[in-house]
Every structure is written in C-alpha cells, then in structure tokens.
C-alpha cells in the first residue's frame, strides 16, 4: 500500500518571491494531506532585465526558452502551476504550456498579481490548457498583499483540499 495518497507536482515561476511563497504554503498543505510533493521552479533560459520582460509581456502569445525540468511529468498525479500575472502573457509559462501540455497530468493553476484584470489572464490560460486538452482542475488567483499578510492561507488550503482530494 501506498505511503502517500496523490504524487504532486508543483511548478513555479516567481521574480519576487510571492509565488514561490504560495508554493511553499501549498507544499505544506498539501504533504499535511498525505500527498507526496515536489517542488520545481520555471526557469528561464536566458533571464531578462525587468524592463524587457515587462515589454515582452504586452505581446499576446510571446514565448521564451525554459530550462529543461528535472522532474518527469510523467511520474506525478496531478499538477499545480504557479505563476505571477505579467500584463498579457507569460512568455515561460506561454513555452512551457506549449512543449508540454501532451504530457500533463490533471492541473490546476494560481496566478498571482498586483490587482489588475487577474480574472481574465486567468480564464486566458484556463481556456488555453482546456484547447490543449490538458484535464483542468480548476484555477484561483491570489494578490500579493493578500499573500504577504497571510491572508490567502484559508482560501489556498479551501482550493488545494477540492482540486487534490
Ligand atoms: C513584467 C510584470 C508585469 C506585471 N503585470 C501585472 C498585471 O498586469 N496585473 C497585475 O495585477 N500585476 C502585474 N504584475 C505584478 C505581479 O503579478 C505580482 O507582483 C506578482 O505577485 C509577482 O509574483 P512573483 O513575486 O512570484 O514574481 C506584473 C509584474 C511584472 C514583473
């Protein structure tokens, strides 16, 4: 018999550390839960000054080589892709949902942000991943004050305990 109920895959992108915050929030839910997590980061190939990833991101659709994953998709459960709002796009996760989405497990995303027009960016890459028939768990996004004041901790394990059960 298992130890663990679901293997669980988080991935991350973070420049300012909220996200990766939330990871390692969703990481302690979610072992507390009984699944066995790990942790990876999204990493560019090339990383860019703020500025160019500022103007890069007003491009619908630009993508930007990641590094290859250590982790195998293929050996997790279940995903949980974590990532910052930048303007219109995310050019990692835009390359990453673009090379990988054959190879996801069922997955779910946060977005975090400053407070503009997350809901829409969100349903954006909901709709992106749902057109790559990757199998959707569902998607929250979370504000960087919400997340520095310890605020988002009811919310996350309220989502994390209906995509992961
Ligand atoms: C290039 C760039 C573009 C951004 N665009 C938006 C935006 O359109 N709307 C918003 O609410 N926040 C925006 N933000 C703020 C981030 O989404 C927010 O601070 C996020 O929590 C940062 O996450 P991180 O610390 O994991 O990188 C932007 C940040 C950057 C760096």
């Known amino acids: 018999m298992a130890l663990y109920k679901k293997r669980i895959l988080i991935l991350q992108h973070s420049s300012t550390g909220v996200s990766a915050k939330l990871g390692r929030m969703a990481r302690g839910h979610l072992e507390a839960a009984g699944h066995k997590v790990r942790v990876e980061a999204i990493r560019p190939r090339r990383p860019l000054p703020y500025l160019l990833n500022l103007i890069i991101s007003f491009i619908p659709g630009v993508s930007l080589p990641t590094l290859e994953l250590a982790a195998k998709l293929e050996d997790f459960d279940a995903l949980l892709l974590i ?3 930048w303007t219109f796009a995310h050019p990692l996760i835009n390359d990453f949902i673009k090379n990988q989405s054959r190879r996801l497990p069922p997955t779910a995303l946060i977005v975090t942000c400053g407070g503009w027009d997350e809901d829409r960016y969100l349903e954006g890459y909901l709709r992106k991943l749902r057109e790559a028939r990757v199998p959707l768990l569902g998607g929250e996004t979370f504000r960087r ?21």
């Open 83 to 85: 990532f910052p709002k």
């Open 145 to 165: 004050k919400s997340v520095d004041r310890g605020l988002a901790t009811m919310i996350l394990r309220l989502k994390l305990r209906r995509w992961f059960s």
